[in-house]
């Protein structure tokens, strides 16, 4: 009996293997897959350090470092503290740092005049990080909303943010970053003809050698809440930002302002929000071969730390696959709070 039954297994196993070879043709998919050295082996797309820029938060003082409340693990920082910080991104291999400031309020007005203050926070910050790490990429935002009392990214004039005099102002203050000793200017107010601005104004001041990364396509999105508080604006803003940025429903339109951007000048595009947009992150890449980077803006973040502490994700896993994921897209680098702890997994082969 134990023969027989034997034997009938085995005549039906044999059955099922060859309808199954029939199917597929001897083609099947999952012998690449059943181990982890021949999965290591085929993969596709590797994550490493290399592909990380880490945001950073600006406050006046010495010696702070102050938690923000809707982000969590992500602090402003004092330009000392900055500057700590720098090295401790050096030292696990990130290639470039981007800051944000959040100037003190008696400092914001109507057209952002601060932005044009050679001494102001973020010039300090680049200037002290250069001098102490200069082996790591600086990369500044130009926008004028963390200068402005009405949190918008331009000039506000009878209730309009008005285009001209806003790139007019961004390229002077464009000049000052790099004359601090920035390494890539990036301009993130959605202005027309800001790229073309800034390079002949950088041109003009000798900084050749200065790149641009524009925000080539910045949707106005519901990803930027915390943003926006870590940087002071998130109780100032009068109306919103659809004037200016760009639509999430259209793509066609983001490929051709990205086009613009290209034709003036950019050395780099970017992408933000991230994840809600690898469409356009794929398109600009396919369409304009320029090194292209994706912004994992601060609401990505803080979904992810959210749902991590409330126990329904592995913070961790999603972290690494949302990143991969950009660099899937075709993105040759992305800007992330989580710069710190994917670089330290990445040294633990976790990447």
């Known amino acids: ?148 009392d009405h949190g918008h990214d331009g000039i506000l004039r009878d209730g309009e943010i008005v285009n001209d005099e806003t790139v007019r102002a961004i390229a002077a203050a464009a000049v000052h970053q790099a004359d601090a000793g920035a390494d890539i200017i990036s301009p993130s107010d959605m202005m027309d003809g800001r790229i073309g601005a800034i390079r002949r104004a950088l041109d003009a001041a000798g900084h050749h050698n200065v790149a641009i990364m524009s925000y080539a396509t910045k949707f106005a999105s519901a990803c930027y809440g915390p943003y926006r508080e870590a940087i002071g604006t998130s109780g100032l803003l009068k109306g919103d930002k659809r004037t200016y940025y760009l639509d999430p429903s259209n793509a066609m339109e983001a490929v051709r302002d990205a086009g613009l951007d290209v034709e003036e000048g950019a050395d780099m595009l970017m992408v933000k929000p991230g994840l809600p947009y690898l469409d356009i992150c794929r398109a600009l890449k396919d369409t304009y071969g320029l090194p292209t980077f994706a912004y994992q803006v601060s609401g990505e973040y803080s979904m992810i730390k959210a749902g991590h502490a409330a126990g329904y994700i592995d913070g961790e896993r999603i972290m690494m696959e949302k990143l991969l994921a950009f660099k899937r897209a075709g993105c040759d680098g992305i800007l992330t709070y989580f710069a710190p702890e994917a670089a330290r997994l990445i040294a633990k082969g976790g990447g």
């Open 1 to 148: 009996m134990g023969d027989t039954t034997k034997n009938t297994a085995a005549g039906l196993a044999a059955a099922a293997a060859s309808d199954i070879d029939e199917i597929t043709g001897h083609r099947r998919m999952r012998r690449t897959r059943v181990a982890d050295w021949s999965r290591r082996l085929v993969r596709e797309t590797r994550l490493t350090v290399d592909d990380l820029i880490w945001p950073i938060f600006l406050v006046p003082g010495t010696n702070l470092s102050e938690p923000i409340d809707a982000m969590p693990g992500v602090n402003r920082m004092s330009v000392d503290k900055a500057v700590e910080a720098a090295r401790m991104a050096a030292d696990l291999g990130i290639p470039a740092l981007a800051t944000f400031p959040n100037v003190e309020m008696e400092k914001r007005d109507q057209t952002g005049s601060h932005a044009l203050d050679p001494e102001n926070l973020i010039n300090q910050a680049t200037r002290a990080i250069k001098q102490a790490v200069p082996n790591i990429g600086v990369i500044t935002d130009v926008a004028l909303d963390p200068f402005t």
